[in-house]
């Protein structure tokens, strides 16, 4: 199997020792592609909407966003880290879901992510882990993908691994080995069941794409739903 990690920051510190903590069961059967921001992305969206009127190739980031692109779908497991900044996730995942802008289901989503499992990992100092996790969830739920884990942990005094007092670290490492376990017993040659929260998007936006078209059957998200005969009897999952 492939999975691909987006790490939303270059710093190894608690997060991702919480990542490398849940690949663990992973890596003697898995090919696994990491990605660190805003390293592999250090282009701010500009909003010049190029990928959402033509081509998503004619943005000026493109190299890096497509590259990021094909990794995700190629892959049966993503999986997204992010600590909390502000009660938010870090601003260079916030770039790059901004760049995806154009995989939204009211514009091009890639039937692929309809069959996609993602993990999130969050962890905060005080509070927002909660709201972190949400960032990277409202993304990926918009892209198409329904089966979401997210694990998030709350620090309160420490943000240094080594500090933490050992009942901590050993209460996160179990809790993210048991989602671990959990992940690698599925069977992942078969796609994520598509749920109705994520069929209702489709359909809500399938009327709005139905009377785009009528006003301009040149328009490029129609085209593409028209060409995906998802307008018609074809559905992504």
């Not at 590259?67 to 892959?75: R, T």
């Not at 809790?175 to 069941?193: C, F, N």
């Amino acid at each position: 199997m492939k999975i691909t990690v987006i790490n939303g920051t270059e710093k190894k510190g608690v997060t991702y020792r919480l990542k490398e903590i849940f690949l663990e069961g992973f890596r003697s059967s898995a090919e696994i592609t990491e990605f660190y921001l805003p390293r592999d992305l250090p282009g701010f969206c500009c909003g010049c909407t190029q990928c959402f009127r033509t081509r998503q190739d004619l943005c000026k980031d493109a190299p890096y966003v497509q590259k990021i692109e094909k990794a995700m779908l190629e892959a049966d497991l993503l999986v997204f880290t992010s600590p909390s900044y502000v009660c938010h996730c870090t601003g260079a995942m916030k770039a790059m879901l901004d760049h995806f802008g154009y995989r939204w289901m009211p514009h091009r989503p890639s039937k692929e992510m309809f069959g996609k499992r993602a993990v999130i990992i969050t962890q905060c100092l005080g509070a927002g882990e909660k709201s972190t996790a949400k960032d990277i969830k409202d993304s990926l739920s918009w892209w198409g993908i329904s089966d979401i884990r997210c694990i998030s942990f709350k620090l309160m005094s420490e943000i240094d691994w080594n500090k933490m007092p050992a009942k901590k670290t050993a209460e996160m490492t179990s809790k993210v080995q048991a989602l671990s376990r959990k992940m690698t017993s599925i069977d992942y040659s078969k796609p994520a069941r598509t749920r109705l929260p994520a069929k209702a998007k489709f359909y809500m936006v399938r009327m709005l794409q139905t009377n785009l078209g009528k006003q301009d059957p040149e328009y490029t998200d129609f085209k593409y739903w028209k060409e995906n005969g998802w307008l018609d009897k074809e559905r992504p999952w």
